[in-house]
């Protein structure tokens, strides 16, 4: 069965600094895509970052980075240089032959000044 | 462009009553989604569509049913409200990636329901 597990419920950080929020999944399909959302306060989803299962780097999209380990199945967000505009819900998500996504049960970053 | 629109923005319904969300993206989507999120939780997948004229049942499908006539437009229905549908309701669509698989999902602002 397909799963994903975010093991952090809350996180505090201090603003400047980085953070790194962890994700694992479980899919038996060879071929997947794992996303991050943002959800803050205001309630909208907001898309930060996609890593295809085949592919060899690991995806950056500015302040984000994905630490892709597959063997361990773990696909950890990288936040680096944390603003107070950071502080949201983080969600991982994944996506595979099956059509079915799944999303974990999210992380609260809260940054502080 | 609108992106992915969902109507109503907030609804009350009294238990047994019935209601249509609807959705509508002009991205030319293929895909699309209806999700619930309640408090301090994460979505849950209720139904979706891989094209016009299909659906699919999602994780929490019960109590629920979509339609999808038009490639914009996504409906989910509630035949019969319950208390235990009070949620927060996302829309969202998706496309196909050229290197395979689909890209990232593009969200409505979602539709906050109450069932008394």
């Known amino acids: 069965a397909q799963k994903i597990t975010q093991t952090q419920p809350g996180m505090f950080v201090q603003e400047k600094e980085a953070v790194t929020l962890d994700c694992t999944y479980d899919?038996?399909?060879?071929?997947?895509?794992l996303f991050w959302y943002k959800q803050p306060s205001s309630g909208e989803m907001i898309f930060l970052i996609y890593?295809?299962?085949?592919?060899?780097q690991n995806a950056t999209e500015g302040r984000y980075s994905l630490n892709f380990q597959k063997a361990r199945k773990s696909a950890n967000l990288v936040i680096s240089a944390s603003q107070l505009g950071d502080s949201a819900m983080y969600f991982c998500?994944?996506?595979?032959?099956?059509?079915?996504?799944?999303f974990g049960s999210g992380t609260r970053l809260s940054i502080r000044p | 462009n609108a992106g992915v629109t969902q109507t109503p923005k907030f609804r009350v319904l009294k238990t047994g009553q019935s209601m249509t969300l609807l959705c509508a993206q002009d991205?030319?989507?293929?895909?699309m989604y209806w999700y619930r999120q309640d408090p301090g939780m994460g979505l849950r997948l209720i139904h979706y569509?891989?094209?016009?004229?299909?659906?699919a049942k999602g994780e929490v499908p019960d109590g629920y049913n979509v339609s999808r006539l038009k490639k914009q437009n996504f409906l989910l229905g509630l035949e019969s409200a319950a208390p235990s549908q009070t949620s927060v309701y996302f829309c969202?669509?998706?496309?196909?990636?050229?290197?395979?698989?689909?890209?990232?999902?593009?969200f409505g602002p979602g539709t906050r329901l109450t069932v008394l």
């Open positions: 969202a669509s998706s496309y196909y990636r050229l290197a395979g698989g689909r890209g990232e999902q593009f």
């Open positions: 899919t038996s399909d060879p071929s997947y895509g």
């Open positions: 890593q295809g299962s085949y592919d060899q």
């Open positions: 998500a994944m996506d595979s032959s099956a059509s079915k996504i799944i």
């Open positions: 991205m030319n989507h293929e895909y």
């Open positions: 569509s891989v094209g016009e004229g299909t659906t």
